[in-house]
């Protein structure tokens, strides 16, 4: 079966640029979210826990628990709070403040300028008000940037809504609450980072999204896809190859396929411009659902290793080339 390997060197390098940026790597909160976008939840957890990394943020209740026993601290973005000693639960809702345990650790998300979630600024003394009636336990606030990635001002402009939001809630009273907004691309535009955490995501995998007109933070992919040989056949000139004959053998030739497609998350893509492997094979013809074909003979195959080449080529994004990865493909760590 096809798999995946992880490259902890990698990893660690990418870990070692970010902690630089933000002064230390107890201020670097990894995202796990979604299989670590496609690397794998726990292996990736577990090595985040080797490196030092104290704290994770994640999706579910389920991917918190699964991985708790690496961190002191977890961060759960989209589940229902509850008493727990490691895990938080970030409140994006007004209507998520109704029956609350006030033993639950809740991190207030406000909405800064991104509009997707989080308690409208206008709507910030109201969520205050109610966590004090309530005597709910707020160890955060945070907010997330829409264009940190991109050549423009609206970062700063997202930052001075959120300083704004931080004056609101010390004047509430809430002094001891920890503070957190920026992302992969803000961290490494950050000058002088100041805050409590940095949620680092694609960065941690070694993809850096910022246009080339900032300074560059060498990262290294930390994941590549390799496929397995199935079968090997000769074929002869103008013999056709898979689904609808897409591919015709120009001369004799030595064809070989391998156990990798779009049933495992790689993008079927297009036969008449074909995606050419790490170590430069173009895939003949149609990607099967599980298979795709190259001319070699070697038995495993080096499909992918570096998601940005490849989300350039399908016309995506690198988090989209990694998280679509099956988790039922075998992850090695090398």
């Given at each position: 079966?096809?798999?995946?390997?992880i490259?902890k060197?990698?990893f660690?390098?990418n870990?070692?640029q970010?902690a630089?940026?933000?002064?230390?790597k107890?201020?670097?909160?990894?995202?796990?979210?979604?299989?670590a976008?496609?690397?794998?939840?726990?292996l990736?957890?577990?090595?985040?826990?080797?490196?030092?990394?104290?704290?994770?943020?994640?999706i579910?209740?389920?991917?918190?628990?699964?991985?708790?026993?690496?961190?002191?601290?977890?961060?759960?973005?989209?589940g229902?709070p509850?008493?727990?000693?490691?895990?938080?639960f970030?409140?994006?809702?007004?209507?998520?403040?109704?029956?609350?345990?006030?033993?639950a650790?809740?991190?207030l998300?406000?909405d800064?300028?991104?509009?997707?979630?989080?308690?409208?600024m206008?709507?910030?003394?109201?969520a205050?008000?109610?966590?004090r009636?309530r005597?709910?336990?707020?160890?955060?606030?945070?907010?997330?940037y829409?264009?940190a990635?991109?050549?423009?001002s609206?970062?700063?402009?997202?930052?001075?809504?959120?300083?704004?939001?931080?004056?609101?809630?010390?004047?509430?009273?809430?002094?001891?609450?920890?503070?957190?907004?920026?992302?992969?691309a803000?961290?490494?535009?950050?000058?002088?980072f100041?805050?409590?955490?940095?949620?680092?995501?694609?960065?941690?995998?070694?993809?850096?999204?910022?246009?080339?007109?900032?300074?560059r933070?060498?990262?290294?992919?930390?994941?590549?896809?390799?496929?397995?040989r199935?079968s090997?056949?000769?074929?002869?000139s103008?013999?056709?190859?898979?689904?609808?004959?897409?591919?015709?053998?120009?001369?004799?030739?030595t064809?070989?396929?391998?156990?990798?497609?779009y049933?495992?998350g790689?993008?079927?893509?297009d036969?008449?411009?074909?995606?050419?492997?790490?170590e430069?094979?173009?895939?003949l013809?149609r990607v099967?659902?599980?298979?795709?074909?190259?001319e070699?003979?070697?038995?495993?195959?080096?499909?992918?290793?570096?998601?940005?080449?490849?989300?350039?080529?399908?016309?995506?994004?690198?988090?989209?080339?990694?998280?679509?990865l099956?988790?039922?493909?075998e992850?090695?760590?090398?």
């Amino acid at each position: 079966m096809a798999f995946i390997r992880i490259n902890k060197d990698n990893f660690f390098h990418n870990l070692s640029q970010l902690a630089l940026k933000a002064g230390s790597k107890e201020r670097l909160a990894v995202v796990l979210k979604d299989n670590a976008y496609g690397h794998g939840l726990t292996l990736m957890a577990e090595l985040a826990a080797e490196y030092g990394i104290r704290e994770a943020v994640v999706i579910t209740t389920e991917e918190a628990q699964a991985i708790r026993s690496f961190f002191d601290r977890v961060l759960v973005l989209n589940g229902t709070p509850f008493p727990d000693e490691v895990l938080s639960f970030a409140v994006t809702d007004l209507r998520q403040l109704d029956g609350i345990d006030p033993a639950a650790r809740i991190e207030l998300k406000v909405d800064t300028g991104m509009h997707r979630n989080g308690i409208r600024m206008e709507a910030l003394e109201e969520a205050l008000t109610l966590i004090r009636q309530r005597a709910l336990n707020l160890i955060g606030v945070m907010t997330h940037y829409r264009s940190a990635d991109v050549l423009s001002s609206e970062l700063f402009w997202q930052q001075k809504n959120f300083e704004t939001v931080k004056e609101a809630v010390h004047a509430a009273g809430f002094d001891s609450v920890r503070f957190h907004s920026h992302n992969s691309a803000a961290l490494l535009r950050s000058k002088s980072f100041d805050e409590d955490i940095a949620r680092v995501g694609i960065a941690i995998y070694g993809y850096n999204t910022l246009p080339d007109v900032y300074d560059r933070v060498e990262l290294r992919p930390v994941l590549s896809l390799h496929a397995r040989r199935t079968s090997t056949r000769k074929l002869r000139s103008g013999e056709r190859i898979g689904y609808g004959g897409d591919y015709t053998a120009p001369r004799d030739m030595t064809v070989s396929t391998y156990d990798i497609g779009y049933g495992d998350g790689w993008p079927r893509g297009d036969a008449a411009h074909p995606w050419v492997t790490a170590e430069g094979l173009p895939i003949l013809g149609r990607v099967s659902m599980d298979f795709v074909s190259l001319e070699s003979e070697a038995e495993t195959a080096c499909i992918m290793d570096d998601a940005c080449t490849a989300a350039r080529h399908f016309g995506t994004i690198s988090y989209e080339m990694t998280t679509a990865l099956s988790p039922m493909l075998e992850r090695v760590i090398v």
